[in-house]
């Protein structure tokens, strides 16, 4: 299993990136689907998830209104459209795939992780 991120990079404060992560998971259809991510010196946290069978999405408190997760079966892949980037979002974004699950939050609910794209937010 394989998962691949891209899109991170350098954006100014107020801009917007939008991450994507591909996975060779199957069906990818049965995969919970999150993105993590881990500043210097951080521990990883949690960003946001989209369920398998209903498509339900969760996000942590600070990201609501600014990031938007969603998923495309047909490509196998994952987004994550982030707006109104702060200084604070710097940090390296991982995507996360786990089978069956509804609500995943926790690093130990997923089983596969990508290797990580660096989004640097300037002020």
């Known amino acids: 299993v394989q998962l691949q991120a891209s899109g991170g990079g350098l954006v100014q404060a107020g801009g917007s990136l939008r991450l994507s992560c591909t996975a060779s998971?199957?069906?990818?259809?049965?995969?919970?689907l999150g993105w993590f991510r881990q500043a210097p010196g951080k521990e990883r946290e949690f960003v946001a998830s989209?369920?398998?069978?209903?498509?339900?999405?969760y996000y942590r408190d600070s990201v609501k209104g600014r990031f938007t997760i969603s998923r495309n079966n047909a490509e196998n892949s994952v987004y994550l459209q982030m707006s109104n980037l702060k200084p604070k979002d710097t940090a390296v974004y991982y995507c996360?795939?786990?089978?069956?699950?509804?609500?995943?939050?926790?690093?130990?609910?997923?089983?596969?992780w990508g290797q990580g794209t660096l989004v640097t937010v300037s002020s």
């Open positions: 998971v199957h069906p990818f259809s049965n995969w919970a």
């Open positions: 989209i369920g398998y069978t209903n498509w339900t999405t």
């Open positions: 996360a795939a786990t089978p069956g699950f509804n609500y995943a939050t926790q690093p130990n609910d997923y089983n596969y």
